[in-house]
């Protein structure tokens, strides 16, 4: 399966397309990061966010996706960007059919290090060894987002079967 | 100028329509709430608004969107998911180039009822007194919304001119 890990921020939003099934050796298809400018007003930065999401689901055609759960105890300041920039690629996932599961940041660190507390740096080391990479993906949020994606490759086999069954049992106006 | 006030919420998304200018009576055209239900995952409550906010906007054509500025301090259980339905509801005015301004609940309760902290009663006798309804319109999310777009309208004429002259001075990539 092709899994698109999304790690969801306004000026840094990361990407990452990864193939893979669990048991199998993992290969990294892409990785990347949609930047918006500062300067901008947040309604544009959504906008340009939805735009780069756009061309990333266009190009790598995934099958599911895997966002980052924002929780409110972080910073403050910007946990409302990263809330916002996470519901831009609720949707284009959504939009176009493609299931979405979010993972908490402990649940991608526990799920690819075994540590849930385990720092960026042994992410990033992780990711590499996992995705046979030359070095570390670059910023740290493609990393993370790579990470997300090989999370929901693990962990999602059986998240997936509940999700469908869940959906299948769902009145038919909110399928999609 | 036509206003299309949102007042964010992912189970009910206030909405709210009116005419109007600054020193001219106020009309209001419709309002009402898109609704989603609670047991369904965010990701297709997220899509449940964009597509209910599109009917809003094909029906009524607003020139200019006013969306409630959400904030972290408040409620930390049900902010994430406002944070999301506003983003929603920058996207849909921004994919059309509709400007979208934001206003804190303060700046509307001053702007409508003289008092930044009035309670929901007298921010709805203000909205059925100044657009001239029989009753105050209900659920108080529609009140809110129309209460948005009518601070937007008294607000708007000198926020608009900045944010045109804004705008103008952008490079040009970053404008639609």
């Known amino acids: 399966m092709r899994v698109l890990g999304v790690d969801p921020g306004l000026t840094r939003c990361g990407v990452g397309v990864v ?5 199998r050796p993992l290969r990294m298809v892409a ?5 918006t400018p500062a300067e901008l007003d947040v309604a544009h930065r959504l906008l340009q966010i939805e735009e780069g999401l756009e061309l990333w689901f266009d190009r790598h055609q995934p099958e599911l996706v895997a966002v980052e759960r924002v929780f409110a105890q972080h910073n ?10 996470s519901a831009v690629a609720m949707l284009c996932a959504t939009r176009r059919g493609i299931p979405v599961t979010l993972h908490t940041p402990s649940e991608v660190k526990a799920a690819i290090s075994g540590n849930g507390r385990a720092d960026k740096a042994q992410v990033g080391a992780m990711v590499t ?5 030359d070095a570390p993906p670059k910023p740290a949020d493609a990393a993370d987002a790579l990470a997300l994606a090989i999370c929901h490759i693990w962990r999602g086999a059986a998240t997936d079967r509940i999700a469908a069954a869940v959906a299948a049992a769902r009145p038919k106006e909110y399928r999609r």
């Open 31 to 35: 990785c990347g990061v949609v930047r």
């Open 76 to 85: 403050v300041r910007t946990v409302m960007g990263t809330a916002q920039a």
């Open 19 to 23: 193939d893979g099934a669990p048991g």
């Open 129 to 133: 060894r996992l995705l046979r990479l």
